[in-house]
């Protein structure tokens, strides 16, 4: 989703599709935890957003992509 977000970079729906039962029981599963915290989900949800972001970076600056400096990334310095 945050190749989506960030390039515009289009999926079929299959791949979509795909993602449909994988959150569907990361909720089941977080809803009924008894010792369910929303600081830990959060913490490990911002993990999650930071090495996919590392990733995605990663394989555009190894694709060659060409950075537009006029929309700058935060906390990212070319």
């Known amino acids: 989703m945050l190749q989506w977000l960030v390039w515009r970079k289009y999926f079929d729906w299959r791949i979509w599709a795909s ?31 930071a090495t996919s972001t590392k990733t995605i970076l990663a394989e555009s600056l190894l694709h060659g992509y060409k950075f537009d400096r006029s929309v700058p990334l935060p906390g990212v310095s070319l």
């Open 19 to 49: 993602l449909v039962p994988i959150v569907g029981g990361i909720l089941l599963t977080s809803v009924t935890e008894l010792s369910f915290n929303m600081f830990g989900f959060c913490a490990a949800l911002f993990g999650c957003l």
